[in-house]
Nanobody
């Protein structure tokens, strides 16, 4: 079983920045795609960004140019650098780790953007 732990959320003013981190541990053999999802109150969970082991990235249109996803394969860790944050980025952010076709999720970290 893969354990996933996120960190780095918090409260930030509009225009500010935050960096989220996610570390996978446990029964790790060959992690495939790692990604970040978010869920705002009353809305469905949506993909924010994802990255393959080779570094291919995919972003939601709403965050392109503001967010950057990266990973450290040696540490089984994925990061999300969030710049120019907007109030609409407020949500619980979840890390997703895929291995052998299975999805593992973290517990989520709250990101709140407010003045």
């Amino acid at each position: 079983q893969v354990q996933v732990v996120e960190s780095g959320g918090g409260l930030v003013q509009p225009g500010g920045s935050l960096r989220l981190s996610c570390a996978a541990s446990g029964s790790i053999h060959s992690i495939n795609t790692m990604g970040w999802y978010r869920q705002a109150p009353g809305k469905q969970r949506e993909l924010v960004a994802a990255i393959t082991p080779g570094g291919y990235t995919n972003y939601a249109n709403s965050v392109k140019g503001r967010f950057t996803i990266s990973r450290d394969n040696a540490k089984n860790t994925v990061y999300l650098q969030m710049n120019s944050l907007k109030s609409e980025d407020t949500a619980v952010y979840y890390c997703n780790v895929q291995q052998f076709g299975r999805n593992s999720w973290g517990q989520g970290t709250q990101v709140s953007v407010s003045s």
